[in-house]
């Protein structure tokens, strides 16, 4: 049988699987929440849940990449973003316990007022809609080059496949798929670990040199990852509806194990491209690595970033469903909310049409939403409803600096790759939350 006949019958296999074993949702708290005989995850059940949504198949794809282009380094950089999970973990645990806060919507509407909400709304839709499209491009490279037949036709497919057991459980279906997901990527990982260091010429001490920690080859994007983390996870519905169903203690317990755990296996999977630097083999390293080691090694990374892709895309279409029917009030019944999933299917598919970049889709819009930082790290001080509006407006200002390449260069300070991304980040936050407070201070 064909490699690509194997990789057809991973994602249909695997999808019928899930699609059997996936619990039927016949109530909105079990579609919705995940409650199950007013049961909540439970803290393991959680913290893998919250590993496995994080890491994409988009995610994987650019750590094994920064891998190969910066060593260890890259792969470090990118983990950056897993100090998300401990900053979203504390700070909602304070919402619930000292806000008494019951979801992201409800603490914007009682201190900022509808107007807000809607705005927040539009920026978690973004974030939403470029998930669909994100990772289902990373599964159609593995069927054909950019625009073939066979690429769209995976993309297709493997969306269907996934959309028809998410509609059958909703959020129950994402974090029991996320269980078995967490457990298979888990395994499959050790696997190629494995084979990577089986090789004689690849050792501890290659991984060690294989990068330079300076701003140029890799700490640009970390610094960068490390300041979005304190706005990034708070745009993430897939994150957040997390951190509301299932008590304070054990929601703040599971982020801060997921934040380190999230970290590591994205850091774990970037050798992958460090075997590949030090081997050197060019392209999109995770796949030209699996082409390497022969169909078996292949077939294990495939397995990875469909298990990873299908996770990030049932979270997706669930809480994309949970957004409008219960955040938004727009139909809070189970067919809504179904229905909603087939929406955002649809449309997130769209920009594969158009040759969209994936990394695009974290680094610029974690700079769009760091207007948000100063809102939910100083959640406690009193301010002007204008507060929110100027905050969020000051970070779209930045994000558009950066998409347009309009930044001035004489406040860029450090060079390389990602500089732009990094002084763009640091001006921003600094001007985000010097203008949230501005009104507070005049109010004075």
């Given amino acids: 049988m064909s490699t690509e006949n194997w990789q057809w019958l991973l994602v249909v296999g695997s999808s019928l699987i899930l699609f059997l074993l996936s619990p039927y949702a016949k109530t909105t708290d079990a579609f919705f929440k995940a409650t199950h005989n007013k049961k909540s995850p439970n803290v393991l059940v959680l913290t893998g849940s919250l590993i496995i949504s ?20 890259g792969g470090v950089a990118y983990a950056g973003y897993y100090l998300s999970f401990a900053v979203a973990g504390v700070l909602i645990y304070q919402l619930r316990t000292k806000g008494g806060y019951t979801s992201i919507h409800d603490f914007l509407t009682s201190k900022f007022g509808k107007k807000a909400v809607a ?5 978690i839709i973004i974030r939403l809609f470029n998930e669909v499209w994100s990772n289902t ?6 069927f054909g080059e950019t625009g073939s037949t066979s690429y769209y036709t995976a993309i297709i497919v493997f969306t269907v496949l996934t959309l028809s057991y998410a509609i ?21 990982l050790i696997i190629i670990l494995y084979t990577i260091f089986s090789v004689e010429t690849f050792t501890a001490k ?28 708070f745009h993430d519905p897939v994150l957040t509806d997390r951190a509301f169903i299932s008590s304070p203690k054990v929601t703040r ?8 755990f999230g970290a590591l296996c994205i850091v774990l999977f970037s050798l992958i491209g460090v075997y590949a630097k030090t081997q050197g083999i060019k392209g999109q390293a995770a796949v030209q690595v699996g082409k390497a080691f ?14 990873s892709a299908a996770s990030t895309l049932d979270s997706t279409f669930s809480s994309f469903s949970k957004l409008l029917a219960v955040d938004l009030g727009l139909g809070k019944n189970i067919t809504f909310g179904r229905l909603a999933m087939v929406g955002i299917a649809v449309l997130g598919t769209i920009p594969i049409f158009f040759n969209a970049e994936i990394l695009s889709a974290t680094t610029i819009s974690g700079t769009m939403v760091i207007g948000l930082t100063p809102i939910f790290l100083f959640w406690k001080y009193e301010v002007p409803k204008i507060s929110f509006y100027l905050s969020i ?5 930045f994000g558009l600096l950066l998409i347009f390449k309009a930044f001035p260069n004489a406040l860029i300070f450090t060079k390389g790759r990602y500089a732009d991304l990094l002084w763009i980040n640091v001006w921003g936050i600094f001007c985000c939350n010097l203008i949230y407070f501005v009104p507070r201070w005049i109010k004075k």
């Fill in 168 to 188: 059958k459980g909703g959020l129950s279906s994402s974090i029991f798929s996320d269980v078995i997901q967490m457990v298979l990527f888990s395994v499959l």
């Fill in 137 to 142: 491009m990373v599964i159609g490279s593995y």
């Fill in 294 to 307: 022969g169909l078996v090694i292949l077939l294990v990374i495939n397995f990875i970033m469909i298990t």
């Fill in 206 to 233: 290659n991984i060690t040199t294989s990068g330079t920690w300076s701003f140029e080859l890799g700490l640009n994007l970390f610094f960068a990852a490390i300041i979005q983390s304190f706005s990034y996870p």
């Fill in 393 to 397: 407006g000051c970070g779209i200002l």
């Fill in 54 to 73: 994080w890491i994409f198949a988009k995610s994987i794809t650019v750590a094994a990449n920064l891998g190969l282009d910066f060593g260890l380094v």
């Fill in 119 to 123: 705005i927040f709304t539009f920026l």
């Fill in 253 to 260: 317990k599971s982020f801060l194990w997921a934040s380190f």
